[in-house]
């Protein structure tokens, strides 16, 4: 089942501005990762927070964790124009398969 | 360069034919996974498999069927009965079920 779901669903910001998404589940979970796809490729993992975590930096990422409101945000800051993707959360319920949310498309106008 | 190659990029069906789609990986990971992308949408799990001989059913394998007889090889096939196949497939593959998944770059299936 597809629990992980992206707000706000569309992001159209400015170059160099910080974009930031989040995305909310249902049930409790072993680690959420956030994905980037490219238009007409397949996804790349971008980073993996696990359940006893609360915010993980990955160079111009930022992934924070609330497993008490089941809820993470992304945070890209310093947008570039190759940043312009759809971004996934997915959540791992512990049964070796993740969930996807529905994905959040961010432009970055240059 | 260790990845997952999925072939054909695009593919085109006819009504009542099967076609399979295939994906390969060199990442020597245990598991492997296909999902359907419609537009706009999220992924969704056809099946997976966590190891050689094994595979599960995901949300959507209803018109879908699978082999895993090899570690590298997770063919796909999409059969006449189902009736809605167009989309974007994606293969994955990853060390075990929680780790990150590694994707190829997809199979674009429509119908004639």
């Known amino acids: 089942s597809q629990q992980g779901e992206e707000d706000p669903q569309a992001l159209s910001i400015q170059e160099g501005e910080n974009a930031t998404m989040n995305c909310s589940y249902k049930?409790?979970?072993?680690?959420l990762q956030w994905y980037r796809q490219n238009s007409g490729r397949g996804l790349v993992h971008l980073i993996l927070?696990?359940?006893?975590?609360r915010e993980k930096h990955s160079g111009r990422l930022r992934v924070t964790l609330d497993t008490s409101k089941k809820s993470s945000s992304l945070l890209i800051t310093a947008s570039r124009a190759a940043d312009t993707a759809s971004y996934f959360c997915a959540t791992d319920e512990g049964n070796n398969r993740l969930a996807f949310g529905k994905g959040n498309q961010v432009v970055v106008i240059p | 360069d260790g990845g997952i190659t999925q072939s054909p990029k695009y593919l085109f069906r006819k009504e009542g034919q099967n076609v399979t789609l295939s994906c390969e990986q060199n990442?020597?990971?245990?598991?492997m996974y296909w999902y359907r992308q419609d537009p706009g949408q999220g992924l969704r799990l056809i099946y997976y498999s966590q190891i050689v001989n094994d595979f599960q059913k995901g949300d959507i394998a209803e018109g879908y069927s699978v082999s895993r007889e090899k570690k590298e090889s997770f063919p796909l096939t999409v059969t006449s009965a189902q009736k809605n196949p167009t989309a974007f497939y994606l293969c994955?593959?990853?060390?075990?079920?929680?780790?990150?998944?590694?994707f190829g770059d997809g199979t674009r299936l429509s119908i004639l």
């Open positions: 990442l020597n990971h245990d598991a």
């Open positions: 049930t409790s979970i072993n680690n």
């Open positions: 927070i696990r359940s006893n975590e």
């Open positions: 994955a593959s990853s060390e075990s079920g929680y780790q990150p998944q590694h």
